[in-house]
């Protein structure tokens, strides 16, 4: 029997019913901070990219920012299989737990679980197990689903992965990993890191502190990223989903990444006393 993933986050972060769904992500490409137009999708598969950071807040807030990564995505045309990465916030399952077979159900249908790939992932990995708890309600990764099938259908699959250990060491590993199962497989993938940037402060130093991360990720320096993460205590929660990113565009060969757009809860809700920071950021192959 095939295991299901239902939504959890379903009717909170995003709407819950399929039409109002769907609205709603066209509302994101078409909102101020958004694109300002809906993708337009390829129908040839174009590997331009290793992947995309993207924010994984309520779309009411963070999904104008996120629906510039998938604009971008959307041009590249569909890629076999979606690797997506996000911090663990509910404190559930292992150190880095990779979902490694079924099916995640949203209001836009079911996504097949990539098993193959997902199982190379955990055996090339020192850190990464088998894992379903730590995704049962964990909402970074399931977020970018609706996103995904909107401009693809069911024309993918995924690896679902969260992290509790956010070093550079395990993002260092967990990127070998997937390198190697892809090397294997010849799988052609396009790896998503889910992050959000600083958390609960006011709108300015959000910009000011954000820049500096956002700098380390452009330079595609992790070890970068985690130092001003530190020192300038930036509330980022996804350092280690978006390392990793990094280090796997490190060992493809890539050379460039390019913030597509970074803004605030306060950009998208007009409450700029207390925001959150969003990104959307391109890894570009060489």
């Known amino acids: 029997m095939t295991s299901v993933r239902y939504p959890a986050v379903a009717g909170m972060f995003y709407e819950a019913d399929a039409g109002r769904l769907a609205e709603q992500i066209k ?14 999708v390829s129908g040839e598969r174009r590997r331009l990219s290793v992947g995309y950071v993207a924010p994984h807040a309520g779309y009411i807030y963070s999904g104008p920012v996120a629906a510039h990564t998938y604009y971008s995505l959307a041009g590249e045309g569909a890629p076999e299989t979606v690797v997506i990465a996000g911090p663990n916030h509910t404190g559930m ?19 097949e679980i990539d098993e193959e790939l997902a199982s190379l992932i955990v055996s090339n ?7 379903d708890r730590a995704h049962r309600y964990e909402h970074s990764v399931e977020v970018q689903i609706p996103f995904l ?22 993002a260092a590993d967990l990127a070998r990993a997937i390198h190697r ?23 300015k130093e959000a910009y000011e502190r954000d820049r500096l991360a956002l700098q380390a990720i452009e330079r595609l320096d992790a070890r970068g990223l985690f130092r001003v993460v530190e020192e300038h205590d930036i509330s980022m929660c996804g350092p ?16 460039k990444a390019e913030t597509l757009k970074y803004a605030t809860s306060g950009d998208t809700s007009g409450d700029k006393y207390s925001v959150v920071g969003y990104a959307s950021i391109r890894v570009l192959l060489s």
């Open 27 to 40: 509302w994101s490409y078409l909102h101020p901070v958004g694109p300002g137009k809906l993708p337009q």
């Open 93 to 111: 399952g292992s150190m880095v737990s990779v979902m490694t077979s079924g099916e995640w159900l949203t209001p836009l249908g079911k996504v």
């Open 181 to 203: 199962a892809v090397e294997e497989t010849g799988r052609d993938i396009v790896f998503i890191a889910s992050t959000d940037f600083s958390h609960y402060v006011p709108y």
């Open 240 to 255: 280690g989903p978006t390392a990793t990113l990094v280090e796997l565009a490190r060992l493809m060969g890539a050379e």
């Open 125 to 131: 990995s020192k850190y990464a197990e088998p894992d």
């Open 149 to 170: 099938q909107h401009i693809f259908g069911d024309r993918f699959r995924i690896v679902p992965i969260v992290m509790f250990t956010q070093v550079y060491e395990t």
